[in-house]
């Protein structure tokens, strides 16, 4: 057959050299192709007798990005359409098929031939795999390169030995720690870890792993070896101090909530205790179980296939060409403009930082320094990319200097007249072509916009803070906002390697939305006299990162005070809840407890040791409820049907157009429970009409912000799911405002 993927060139040794290029593919990634390819590599290096040696490396600049998860998306489809003939034939096929590649590497392993592996870059999941199950590794010593098993991110487990070849190559607690937490390590990380046996420079790769079969490297895997002694002995001293808190930190971290995760722990522990094949069998029945659990196809979804459509501009309008930013102006050097600043310089993008003195101008671009400074502490960058990026911030007071700039983007104070002043300013200066965007939170975009000259390039770029760690961007459409706008909006955002979701011009936009109905149903249950703990345990049970009140105290208490005060006056006395205006009347008027900032919100932050909730805190409520009688199932479905129930009114009202920005956006920008695959899929999982009776039972006793809408209660009623009744990328999108 011929071998579509790789080059096979083999030298006067007889030692092969396998050069993994896939011709259709910037990255090489597994796909049945390759699999196909890699059964046929190992019978021809089992077969033929002139082959002394293998050296498998790739020849791009990365080794391999992974498995081709489209790939594993079209395996649960054909399993779900084979259970409904035949439930017990298609676990089989499944567990079969999602065994195969397993099978390759461990046939690969045993082949009888001495295989080193010549990593010449990053290599992530399956890639770094098929590396493990070589006899040597060699990597490069490139800075870039990252070796890593991030399948647990997408809600997997390493399917293909990996769970079995680490725990048997590196100590157990490290082993365990670099595949529950998905991390990627670089190449001298990974060598200390033990996964890589050598790091040489770049040039002498091939010949080193050449080298190691010339000077007799063995074709035995060390667990196929005599004498094997598996570092992660269950029953050993070592063992019970490993696996019992392993256990235990795994469900303080998760909450359970992860099939991916748990499957991992199990996996080690039990191939721990058996031999090498055994364990692998088991490794793939386990792979099998978590593949085909919901979670895991919609973190698939929403993490990875929707994520990369979204971040490749699925929203981007076709027509316009794609623009390169040269250089962007951010006016007001704040905290957001700070940070914005950072992220566009550390991109490779010239930058105008504008406040209204020097010394603030110049304080905002200190921020960029510290920022890298940290990372060239961690090593993460060297001194000359430091400069480099610093050298790219102008930082002055001087509106001419925007002269050139494409893109401008307001941070200035939350207050219309100074915007105005701002964008005015800015216009003056502006090309014809160049956009404007705000990064207002609260203002709506279409009114902002009537201070433009130039409605039409005139955009809501909306960052979440802290700005260099949060991967969401919302891009706001105002009524007049124009494709060109839009287009560059977007290719901003990519050239700053962050996910856009463009989302039209309503109060609190998109995630906002969600984000305070998350923080008033907890301000609501402080009031009720339930324990506080219970409030931020309930919520990271059901999955959430930062409890509720860990996250007002964050934010600041004092802002959602703000935030409530502009409410009602903008909308009247009902938009806001009395009990929640009286918890923070009292927190901020009478007591100024302001969140972290002033070292007292819902917490006491001591000078000395961990913060811990204010113990005066029930004392707020008119009564106190004791742990029994409260039902913490009940907080957990509070917290995420009141953030679902408001992405589902987000759609109906078209604020959000693609079920994909919906989902995306509410993890990365909140948190929304990760294991769900976000607001809309966790709605999906459970059932429309499921969750339809369930917010009817809460809206009985927690009151109407429970009801439900109209487009809810008709996909209840004819038994329809988001994705189904809006496919992703369907005609219903449109990016202009409602
Ligand atoms: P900030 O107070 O930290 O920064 C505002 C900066 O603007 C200050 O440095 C100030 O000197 C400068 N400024 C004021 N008037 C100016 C003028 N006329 N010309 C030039 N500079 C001027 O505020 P922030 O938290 O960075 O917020 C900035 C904007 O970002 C606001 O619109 C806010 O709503 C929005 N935002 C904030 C967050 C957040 O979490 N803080 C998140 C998203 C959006």
Redesign the pocket.
């Known amino acids: 057959m011929t071998i579509k993927n790789f080059i096979l060139d083999t030298d006067a040794d007889g030692i092969v050299t396998i050069t993994w290029d896939m011709s259709d593919k910037s990255m090489n990634v597994i796909d049945m192709s390759v699999m196909d390819d890699l059964e046929a590599i190992v019978e021809k290096l089992k077969t033929d007798g002139a082959i002394k040696g293998a050296v498998i490396t790739s020849g791009k600049d990365s080794f391999c990005a992974g498995a081709d998860l489209t790939m594993l998306d079209a395996l649960l489809k054909q399993y779900h359409a084979g259970v409904i003939r035949n439930e017990l034939e298609a676990n089989k096929q499944l567990f079969e098929q999602s065994r195969r590649l397993s099978q390759i590497f461990r046939a690969l392993e045993t082949c009888g031939k001495p295989v080193a592996a010549a990593i010449n870059g990053t290599a992530l999941g399956g890639g770094l795999e098929i590396c493990l199950a070589c006899h040597h590794r060699v990597a490069s010593d490139n800075e870039k390169t990252k070796l890593g098993l991030p399948e647990v991110k997408v809600g997997l487990l390493p399917g293909a030995g990996g769970t079995q070849r680490v725990a048997r190559m590196a100590q157990p607690a490290d082993a365990l720690q670099f595949l529950l937490q998905g991390r990627e390590l670089r190449v001298v990380q990974a060598q200390a870890m033990g996964l890589v046996d050598k790091v040489v420079p770049a040039k002498d790769l091939i010949k080193t792993a050449k080298q190691w079969i010339l000077d007799g490297g063995k074709p035995v895997a060390p667990w196929d070896a005599d004498g094997f002694k598996n570092p992660a002995r269950v029953y050993s001293p070592a063992g019970m101090m490993t696996f019992m808190p392993a256990n235990a930190l795994y469900r303080k971290e998760t909450w359970d909530n992860y099939p991916g995760a748990r499957g991992i722990l199990s996996c080690v522990y039990e191939g721990a205790l058996v031999p090498f094949d055994t364990a692998l069998t088991i490794e793939s029945r386990y792979f099998a179980n978590v593949l085909k659990s919901p979670q895991a196809a919609a973190m698939i979804r929403s993490l990875f296939v929707s994520m990369q459509e979204l971040n490749k501009g699925a929203r981007r309008p076709k027509d316009v060409p794609a623009k390169k930013l040269k250089k962007v102006g951010v ?7 700070a940070g914005i600043a950072y992220v566009t310089a550390n991109a490779g993008i010239d930058v105008v930082l ?3 003195t020097q010394e ?1 101008a110049d304080r ?1 671009k200190a921020q960029s320094e510290k920022l890298l400074t940290d990372s060239l502490r961690k090593g993460r960058i060297k001194e000359a990319d430091k400069d480099a990026t610093l050298a790219r911030i102008n930082a002055t007071t001087d509106y001419e200097a925007l002269a050139d700039c494409q893109l401008v983007i307001e ?4 207050d219309r007249n ?1 915007k105005v ?2 964008i005015q300013k800015a216009e003056a200066h502006l090309s014809r072509s160049a956009v404007f965007a705000s ?4 203002l709506p975009i279409t009114s902002l916009a009537k201070a433009s000259a130039r409605p039409k390039s005139f955009i809501g770029i ?4 802290p700005v260099h760690k949060m991967m969401l961007v919302e891009v706001i459409m105002g009524k007049r906002t124009g494709d060109k706008a839009l287009a560059l909006a977007l290719d901003y955002i990519r050239a700053i390697r962050k996910t856009p979701i463009v989302v039209n011009d309503v109060r609190g936009f998109y995630a906002n939305r969600c984000v305070g109905n998350y923080l008033l149903e907890a301000h609501l249950m402080v009031m009720e006299g339930i324990p506080p703990a219970m409030i931020e345990n309930g919520a990271r049970m059901a999955g959430m990162p930062v409890g509720p009140l860990t996250l007002t105290d964050e ?1 600041a208490v004092d802002l959602a005070w703000k935030i409530l005060q502009a409410a009602k006056k903008d909308l009247g006395e009902k938009a806001v809840d009395p009990r929640q205006e009286k918890l923070l009347e009292e927190m901020v008027v009478k007591r100024g407890r302001l969140g972290r900032k002033a070292g007292k919100g819902f917490y006491e932050y001591p000078d000395v040791g961990k913060k811990y909730l204010w113990p005066e805190l029930p004392e707020l409520a008119p009564e106190q409820k004791s742990a029994d009688e409260v039902s913490i199932g009940e907080i957990q479905n509070r917290f995420l049907a009141t953030m679902a129930l408001e992405a589902a009114r987000c759609i109906e009202e078209k604020v959000v157009v693609d079920v994909r920005e919906a989902d995306v956006g509410s993890i990365l920008g909140f948190g929304f429970a990760p294991w769900s695959g976000g607001t809309l899929s966790y709605i999906d999982m459970m059932g429309a009409k499921a969750f339809v009776e369930m917010c009817k039972g809460l809206a009985k006793k927690h009151g109407k912000r429970f009801r439900v809408n109209r487009l809810l209660k008709e996909m209840a009623e004819n038994g329809e799911t988001f994705y189904g009744r809006f496919p992703p990328g369907g005609a219903a999108q449109t990016a202009k405002a409602a």
């Open positions: 006016l007001g050097a704040g905290f957001m403009g504008i406040d209204q603030a905002g941070a200035v104070f939350e100074v002043d701002v990064n207002t939170s609260t909306h960052f979440f803070s934010v």
